[in-house]
C-alpha cells in the first residue's frame, strides 16, 4: 500500500506538467499550471506524512522513550 502512495506524487508532477500546461484559467488569482503545482506540494506532504504514520518502522516501542 505505501509503495503505492509513494508513486502518486511522481505521477502527480508529470501528469500535472503535460495537462494543466495552461495560463488561461487562473485558480485563486494563479494560472492553472501554478495552482496545480501548490495542490501537489500540498498534497505530496499529505502524502509522506500517511506514509510515516503507517510505516511499521516508525513504531513507538514500548516501555522507552523516543
Known amino acids: 500500500m505505501k ?3 509513494v508513486s502518486l506524487p511522481i ?3 508529470f501528469l500535472g506538467a503535460t495537462v494543466f500546461n495552461r495560463v488561461t484559467p ?3 488569482g494563479m494560472p492553472l499550471f501554478f495552482a ?3 495542490f501537489n506540494v500540498l ?3 499529505a502524502i ?4 510515516y504514520k503507517i510505516d511499521p ?3 513507538k516501542p514500548s516501555g522507552e522513550p523516543r
Open 26 to 28: 487562473f485558480v485563486f
Open 11 to 13: 505521477i502527480g508532477v
Open 43 to 45: 498534497l505530496m506532504s
Open 57 to 59: 518502522a516508525n513504531a
Open 48 to 51: 509522506m506524512l500517511t506514509i
Open 3 to 5: 509503495y503505492f502512495l
Open 36 to 38: 496545480w503545482t501548490l
